[in-house]
């Protein structure tokens, strides 16, 4: 399962950071950022709790 941030969407709110910080940080422009892809099965739970929780919908888990 791969993570990724839509950067289009993305607001920058930093709730997928204190979700899941092994998956997604926030990159030098303020926007959110999936660095470990694909995501360890220790961490689905968190990522998935990440994009279900998005204000925006900006993440996506894909296979």
């Keep these: ?26 990159e030098d422009d303020g926007l959110a950022a999936a660095y470990t892809n694909p995501v360890p099965a220790a961490d689905l739970d968190s990522a998935q709790d990440a994009c279900d929780n998005c204000p925006v919908s900006a993440i996506s888990l894909d296979d």
């Design 1 to 26: 399962m791969n993570a990724k941030v839509d950067k289009d969407v993305c607001i920058g709110c930093g709730l997928c950071t204190s979700l899941c910080p092994n998956i997604f940080q926030l």
